[in-house]
């Protein structure tokens, strides 16, 4: 069984917004941290797949995936917040 502690503790090797490119526009604070933020994660990528609402994909060690999170009602700083918490920064940055 994991505590609250435990789940607190759990971090990402990297993460992917999925997002449609057509509906980017409805979420300005998304498109907003993908044109000026995403480039400070360096293992943060972007997929753009048709319909899909705005979710983070969190990756596991061997970059496979470990958590969908959706995104729709987040604002920019929260994004921030929580990749700066939960995704390792890399040895190169």
């Known amino acids: 069984m994991i505590d609250v502690c435990e789940l607190l503790q759990i971090t990402y090797s990297g993460a992917i917004l999925e997002v449609c490119m057509r509906k980017l526009v409805?979420?300005?604070e998304i498109a907003g941290f993908n044109e000026e933020e995403k480039d400070h994660f360096p293992t943060?990528?972007?997929?753009?797949?048709?319909?899909?609402p705005p979710?983070?994909?969190m990756l596991d060690d061997g970059g496979q995936h470990?958590?969908?999170?959706?995104?729709?009602?987040?604002?920019?700083e929260h994004m921030l917040q929580y990749l700066r918490e939960k995704v390792r920064p890399t040895s190169a940055s």
């Open 26 to 28: 409805l979420y300005p």
């Open 55 to 57: 979710k983070l994909i």
């Open 44 to 52: 943060f990528k972007v997929q753009y797949l048709f319909s899909s």
């Open 66 to 76: 470990e958590e969908t999170i959706r995104i729709d009602s987040w604002k920019r």
